[in-house]
């Protein structure tokens, strides 16, 4: 059913880039950069609810923010795509809050957070605005989306005081999500080019922008890479790129866990390099 209405949708796309181009394209890129969001259970819910600390506004838009801890170092954690910041639990209760200040945040379009948009520019924005909010921070975490969003943020916006940066399952490249994008979809070429150009115009680059490996080139601070071998959602390639482009990054390749990565032994080695 659901491959139906991505296809009917396409089908809209293709006819209203031909009917009304910038209105066609304007709704294509808006489907482009739409979030379904992730279903919440009432304990994702609590947790979440009982951890939040404030609302940053973006868009017009409430963005929630969860804190935990008290302690001197500051962490920032940020989640993927469709997902949210209780995915961060299992990390958070195995760390010392008399050591760590830890803050995650909900992207736009996802868990508590207002909005149904959320791009790189939007979700990098947010990260920047976030930091400047807390001062800044010791420590970036981020799986999946929200790996490269900390890979963007701290080029696009030449962030220096991170002292630590794990990266966990990170995309390499925003045109791997346009393929993705016109398959999933059936777009035409000429459609997903009107597509483009609106999002250039919009947003001030092509997709060809955004690489994780360019923007790991920028990286002074020590960190690791964790991504898994049988990855079929974020291709190992992008790890071993990225692992090039930083010289202070150690590669963990694991097999058997998939894209999530949620697993304890990945916690084990997040907290191990934290520590």
């Known amino acids: 059913m659901q491959k139906i209405l991505l296809k009917l949708l396409g089908s809209y796309i293709n006819v209203m880039t031909k009917v009304a181009p910038g209105f066609g394209a304007k709704q294509g890129a808006m ?44 962490v920032v954690m940020v989640h993927g795509w469709q997902s ?20 995650a945040f909900d992207g736009p379009g996802h868990g508590l957070s207002e909005g149904y948009q959320m791009n ?28 490269i969003n900390c890979l963007y943020t701290l080029y696009e916006y030449n962030i220096r005081s991170i002292k630590k940066l794990i990266v966990m399952a990170s995309p390499g490249e925003a045109s791997d999500f346009g393929d993705s994008y016109k398959k999933e979809l059936g777009v035409t070429e000429e459609t997903f080019e009107k597509v483009l150009q609106y999002f250039e115009e919009k947003y001030g680059y092509s997709l ?20 898994d071998a049988d990855d079929k959602i974020a291709l190992p390639k992008y790890a071993k790129a990225i692992h090039e482009s930083w010289p202070e990054s150690e ?25």
């Open 31 to 74: 489907i482009f950069s739409y979030p379904v969001r992730p279903k919440m259970k009432p304990k994702h819910k609590a947790y979440l609810l009982e951890n939040k600390a404030f609302d940053l506004m973006f868009d017009h838009k409430k963005v929630a923010v969860y804190k935990w801890g008290t302690g001197p170092k500051k």
């Open 84 to 103: 949210h910041s209780y995915r961060w639990k299992k990390y958070i209760d195995q760390m010392d809050l008399s050591e760590y200040t830890i803050y």
């Open 120 to 147: 790189l520019p939007i979700y990098g924005n947010i990260l920047h605005i976030l930091l400047k909010r807390i001062n800044g921070a010791d420590i970036l975490i981020g799986h999946s989306l929200g790996a």
């Open 208 to 227: 060809s922008y955004f690489s994780a490996a360019k923007f790991a080139e920028a990286l002074d601070m020590e960190g690791i890479i964790i991504h």
């Open 251 to 275: 590669l963990i390749l694991t097999k058997g866990f998939g894209h999530n990565l949620n697993r304890p032994e990945v916690i084990e080695k997040t907290l191990r390099f934290l520590n």
